[in-house]
């Protein structure tokens, strides 16, 4: 499932349509926002691993689930998969294998903006008062919540949690102030680290966890573990992580 730095990649590619007229639509998702053709894409917003885009008179929620993807040219090999495709006068966004929805105003408008880790909106206090509100949920599930920290997916979790050298499975009531407000922090930073690295086709060789045999540290072995409620896999080194 695409985190929320590719998400965001995708709007800056998609970002050239809007203020154009869809001249048409196209894909098995046409039958309830067909209505759009002829109309202007007015906005494209992200939030967390959500796509918006916004006309007058309907809003389109995309979600490119855990194989989805996305082209600026349509491809006929995957035209069984097409879930949505707008074109416009000088090209067009194709959406494929993913979910395509109308969503009403009021839903884009309750969603919290603060909460997502690359929006300028972010409130690093409002993530540290929503995580200590669950004392007993573990770093590894906390990071993942897509309402305390929407867009963070596990490369995240794992890399950011080895930066700040916490274990995945410590519970956040045990984390020391200091600690916790740096593993808010990492979210972020490495967020917009995924995000340049990704654009830059280097994001592989950057993994210093994730997916990883040795530690870059102390030359110990990763521990492979799926850890939390969610039983995600967890990358980590019993090290350099300290599990309080």
């Known amino acids: ?15 050239k349509f809007a203020g154009e007229k869809v001249v048409d639509v196209k894909g098995s998702s046409i039958t309830e926002i067909s209505q759009i053709k002829g109309h202007i894409l007015r906005e494209i ?7 918006f885009l916004i006309f007058d008179k309907a809003n389109i929620r995309i979600h490119l689930l855990m194989f989805g993807s996305y082209s600026l040219t349509e491809n006929k090999a995957q035209a069984h998969t097409l ?7 000088d090209g067009g966004m194709y959406f494929y294998t993913c979910n395509v929805k109308p969503v ?17 909106a972010w409130d690093p206090e409002k993530a540290e008062k929503k995580l200590k509100a669950n004392p007993e949920m573990m770093v590894c599930d906390a990071l ?13 979790k794992n890399e950011a949690l080895f930066r ?15 600690r916790l407000k740096a593993m808010i922090n990492e979210a972020r930073i490495y967020s917009f680290d995924f995000k ?40 980590f080194c019993k090290n350099d992580q300290k599990l309080y």
């Open 164 to 178: 700040v050298g916490i274990h995945p499975e410590t519970l956040i009531g045990h984390l020391p102030p200091a």
């Open 104 to 120: 009403k105003p009021e839903f884009i408008s309750g969603l919290d903006w603060e909460a997502d880790v690359m929006s300028d």
């Open 45 to 51: 917003r992200t939030h967390g691993k959500q796509t």
């Open 83 to 89: 879930k949505l495709g707008l074109e416009f006068k």
């Open 196 to 235: 340049k690295w990704r654009k830059e086709n280097v994001l592989r060789k950057r993994f210093e966890v994730y997916q990883q045999k040795k530690c870059p540290n102390c030359g110990e072995e990763i521990i492979k573990k799926e850890t939390g409620h969610g039983k995600r896999t967890s990358f």
């Open 1 to 15: 499932m695409p985190e929320g730095p590719p998400v965001v990649l995708m709007k800056e590619d998609l970002q």
């Open 144 to 156: 993942m919540d897509q309402e305390i920290f929407p867009g963070v997916g596990n490369i995240i």
